[in-house]
């Protein structure tokens, strides 16, 4: 059995209903980008009432949320529904902020000559929770109006 067979076999009640969550969340998320737009689907996912500061967070929280990030690119990669980096991280987070782990989603940009490219990814505390630190290097943060470029 591979470790990751392993390791969903062992997932806890808590785990699955992540799996099975993140799962309904990312044709939603995927169905609202298109008929809301960038900044409502955002709005919706990250009410505030939900917003505490990152620096709140415990090392419980980033345990928790790392956790829950692997659980939610599983079900991004390995489900019926694959789901692309903004739509997987868009579900990361409303999983997150429900649970109340304040993370941030970050979006960056790369230029290599003619090349073009464009990612998303969670932070909790400057940690990239669905990526590796190494892949979010290669993006340069955007920090301007998202509403105007997405």
Not at 6 to 24: D, E, G, K, M, V
Not at 74 to 81: D, L, Q, V, Y
Not at 115 to 139: C, M, T
Request: hydrophobic content about 45%; glycine content about 6%.
């Amino acid at each position: 059995m591979s470790g990751t067979l392993r390791r969903l076999c062992a997932l806890s009640a808590l785990q699955w209903r992540w799996l099975i969550a993140a799962q309904l969340l990312m044709p939603l998320i995927v169905l609202s980008l298109r008929t809301r737009g960038y900044s409502k689907t955002l709005a919706i996912i990250t009410p505030e009432r939900h917003q505490k500061l990152a620096e709140d967070s415990t090392g419980a929280d980033i345990e928790e949320a790392q956790d829950m990030a692997w659980i939610v690119n599983i079900a991004a990669t390995r489900g019926p529904f694959k789901a692309r980096c903004l739509t997987r991280s868009l579900a990361l987070l409303a999983l997150l902020h429900r649970t109340g782990i304040p993370a941030h989603l970050q979006l960056g940009l790369r230029k290599n000559g003619d090349d073009f490219g464009a990612h998303a990814w969670v932070e909790l505390q400057g940690i990239p929770l669905n990526d590796s630190a190494r892949k979010v290097a290669l993006y340069q943060h955007f920090r301007g109006e998202c509403e105007s470029v997405l």
